[in-house]
């Protein structure tokens, strides 16, 4: 079995500050998601990854840039933290693009002061 | 833009009742449909999924599909404690690409 590891945890920052959260797997996975999770809900796309060097913007890109800097790892980077986007945020991999299982990180709770 | 509603959006029901979870979608060319399971804190992970009309079973959890009525289910027998969770149902594009979530139904099963 594979896992992946989101860091930081929790992450605090300030208002306009630029704050990056990065994910790694070790399933040798070709794709890699960031969604965002409000308190309780359902899951919003922000970017994915098909494969390495790849980058597709998701429903929620407005804010958010993205890295995909090796197959293993996926970093998201919020622009601009608003104290709206407090949520936490969620990294997850799948074999291919499609109807695959996609796996999915501990997540990284983002608070904005 | 595919669209999809999770129904009721929160649910409580004793142990050992029939649990019926419903989700809706707004693209019929959609290809894949699958439910997630989400304990409170965790990270969500794959319950079960679906690619054609009908029926699968897998233990005490069952999917329908109906792609005409642009509706899927999931079903849970003999419910459990454990069971308790917020429950994501997701469907793809027409394309069989990128999933969209809905919005979670919150399940909880009182001993």
């Known amino acids: 079995g594979g896992i992946i590891t989101q860091t930081p945890k929790f992450l605090i920052g300030q208002e306009g500050q630029k704050l990056t959260l990065k994910c790694q797997q070790n399933?040798?996975?070709?794709?890699m998601y960031w969604y965002r999770q409000d308190s309780g809900k359902g899951l919003r796309l922000i970017y994915y990854?098909?494969?390495?060097?790849?980058?597709q913007k998701g429903d929620l890109s407005e804010g958010y840039d993205a890295s995909r800097e090796k197959k293993s790892s996926f970093s998201l980077t919020v622009t601009s933290a608003q104290k709206n986007e407090m949520a936490v945020f969620l990294c997850?991999?799948?074999?291919?693009?499609?109807?695959?299982?996609?796996?999915f990180g501990p997540g990284t709770r983002l608070t904005v002061l | 833009q595919q669209k999809v509603q999770q129904s009721p959006e929160s649910l409580i029901v004793p142990e050992g009742a029939m649990t019926s979870l419903n989700c809706t979608f707004s693209?019929?060319?959609?290809?894949?449909f699958a439910w997630y399971r989400q304990h409170s804190g965790k990270a969500p992970k794959a319950l079960m999924s679906i690619f054609s009309n009908g029926e699968k079973e897998e233990g005490r959890f069952t999917i329908h599909l109906n792609k005409a009525s642009l509706h899927f289910s999931l079903h849970i027998r003999d419910s459990q404690p454990s069971d308790s969770a917020l429950y994501l149902c997701a469907v793809s594009d027409n394309a069989g690409a990128k999933l969209t979530f809905g919005g979670g139904t919150r399940l909880t099963v009182r001993p």
């Open positions: 990854s098909i494969t390495e060097n790849d980058l």
């Open positions: 997850a991999s799948s074999i291919a693009l499609g109807g695959y299982e996609q796996y």
């Open positions: 399933f040798n996975h070709d794709t």
């Open positions: 693209d019929s060319a959609s290809q894949y």
